[in-house]
């Protein structure tokens, strides 16, 4: 196997493993400091930032010759017998010298910029610097530029054109440029072709500065007060990996977390900006029953007695799954509908779509299918009834008046049924309606349930090519708001706190779908390695 040596630290890779120095010192457990590579991105060497010694090792004599300059790690190829040296007086006097040209033209205004805590300029100056600076301070004197869907601080860049690299290679939009030469580069667009496209917002995560601002963050929160929690986007049915980062319960702003089997490094806007939601006024509060005219507020123990009782006396139950809940939310409120009445009648509701799928240069897709879980929510209304109604022979059945209760777990995001489809559901006795936002059918239910958010929902979900992921929760729902799988298991019976992962594992052992997920359950948030879905189940995917 072919080796080479960082620092001393020799590494193994294998034939035809294509590594940089970058790469192949984290390997190594060493961080070469760099501000121009991105490992999803061409290489262009132009910050110097990763100046590294390099060098050779012959196998047989083990004689090592060192080159005469340095060379940045991010361009050089790791070949049988590289040597790298990271640390050295040389190495360490370029990086400050890099670090001191950067700052000659830098506005030391962290302060009041949102980089500020997450800001490599920063934390490579404290960690490679010099103690003294030479150069005159700038005041705060960033100018600002309006890009399109961000803003640019023009004084703060460093120039490493990740951003401009991004929009040619990822997005294919190519609307930033950089204007001007030598010191006065500058990034700008053409006029009128501003940024402008559905995956802009990643340039901000791109920039390793604070010159991209994001307009919807920019000085909303001090980067320290957020704490994250590994989730899963639930606008489209890729379900891309995203940082939930929130303060005191309240969301300010999704990032996407890497996974090379779904999204790499990257989101789009429309799930990046997909948290204001969360927090709408206009979202469904507490649990309420109709009485009458009146809407009257009924507490969770009382909703615990009552529910069942109403339901076993309603006469024939239908379930409507939305392709909005959790795994684990699924198959607990089959399980609570099945228990009440074996032979409910169980759907999955309208799968939401808009145009086709969307695919970009760098690969990067977005689903036309407007819902993180049909996959394993169907799979799941298939386990406990084969063959059964779609979601219009349900609703037909409903509108003949076949059923005498019916629970709709909604929590769609946007409207999802008018107001004939909801006349047709109330021809049941009893209707109860989960949701997160008021709907015509919300408005004529018997119980409305608030239900959670998906920041506010622990669980599992698959994605359009049956990849199972896990979200951990990042916010506590509002107050009286119960999400589906508590709610269901504490219906069920079940004595602790919900428990996900307990549920995952009874699906993953009586399912066959889920079979890859016994005993490959990892830590909640941490990627699975059970993308072997379709291939367990034989199954095709369905577009
Ligand atoms: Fe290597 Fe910029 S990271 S030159």
Redesign the pocket.
């Known amino acids: 196997m072919p080796k080479a040596y960082i620092d001393g630290r020799e590494i193994e890779f294998s034939m035809g493993e294509r590594l940089n120095g970058?790469q192949a010192a984290a390997r190594a457990g060493i961080a070469i400091p760099?501000?121009?590579?991105h490992p999803g991105l061409s290489?262009?060497?132009?910050?110097?930032?990763?100046?590294v010694e390099v060098g050779t090792r012959d196998t047989e004599s083990g004689r090592i010759i060192m080159l005469p300059k340095l060379m940045?790690?991010?361009?050089t190829p790791i070949k049988d017998g590289t040597v790298l040296v990271t640390h050295s007086e040389k190495v360490a006097r370029a990086r400050a010298m890099v670090e001191e040209d950067l700052l000659l033209r830098h506005p030391i205004d962290c302060s009041i910029c949102d980089k500020a805590g997450e800001c490599s300029l920063q934390d490579y100056h404290f960690r490679y610097g010099t103690a003294e600076r030479r150069a005159e301070i700038r005041p705060f004197t960033s100018r600002k530029r309006d890009l399109g869907d961000i803003t640019l601080f023009v004084d703060r860049c460093v120039m490493?054109s990740r951003c401009v690299r991004f929009t040619r290679e990822i997005s294919g939009a190519s609307e930033l440029l950089i204007i001007r030469r030598g010191a006065h580069e500058e990034i700008d667009v053409l006029p009128e072709q501003p940024l402008n496209n559905p995956l802009s917002g990643n340039v901000v995560d791109l920039c390793p500065v604070g010159a991209l601002a994001d307009k919807e963050f920019l000085y909303k929160q001090r980067v320290w007060h957020l704490r994250r929690s590994p989730g899963i986007c639930t606008l489209c049915a890729t379900g891309c990996s995203i940082w939930i980062e929130q303060n005191q319960d309240r969301v300010y702003r999704i990032k996407p977390r890497e996974n090379p089997q779904v999204n790499h490094w990257w989101i789009c806007n429309a799930g990046r900006y997909s948290y204001p939601r969360i927090h709408d006024p206009k979202r469904l509060r507490g649990t309420v029953r109709r009485t009458g005219e009146a809407l009257v507020p009924v507490d969770g123990k009382a909703l615990l007695r009552e529910l069942p009782d109403r339901l076993r006396s309603a006469g024939r139950l239908a379930l409507m799954l939305s392709p909005f809940l959790t795994v684990e939310e699924a198959y607990l409120a089959c399980a609570w509908i099945r228990s009440l009445d074996t032979q409910a009648q169980i759907t999955v509701g309208p799968i939401p779509r808009d145009g086709e799928d969307q695919q970009f240069s760098g690969g990067f897709r977005i689903s036309a299918q407007k819902c993180p879980n049909r996959k394993g929510v169907e799979e799941i209304a298939a386990y406990f009834q084969p063959g059964g109604p779609t979601w219009s022979e349900w609703l037909n059945a409903a509108g003949r008046g076949e059923f005498g209760g019916i629970w709709v777990a909604g929590g769609y995001v946007d409207p999802w049924i008018d107001g004939p489809t909801a006349r047709q559901v109330r021809r049941a006795g009893l209707l109860i309606v989960q949701d997160l936002f008021p709907t015509p059918l919300s408005d004529i239910a018997d119980y409305v349930l608030a239900a959670g958010a998906f920041a506010e929902t622990e669980g599992s979900y698959v994605n359009a090519r049956h990849r199972l992921q896990v979200a951990r929760r990042a916010v506590r729902p509002p107050w009286g708001n119960r999400p589906c799988g508590p709610l269901m298991w504490d219906l069920l019976g079940r004595t602790g706190l919900y428990d996900p992962r307990r549920v995952l594992s009874e699906v993953a052992a009586e399912i066959p779908y889920f079979h890859a997920a016994l005993g490959e359950i990892p830590d909640i948030g941490i990627d699975l390695r059970i993308n072997q879905l379709a291939e367990v189940t034989q199954r095709q995917p369905v577009v």
């Open positions: 970058i760099h501000y121009c590579w290489v262009v060497g132009s910050c110097r930032m990763c100046l940045p790690a991010c361009n490493c």
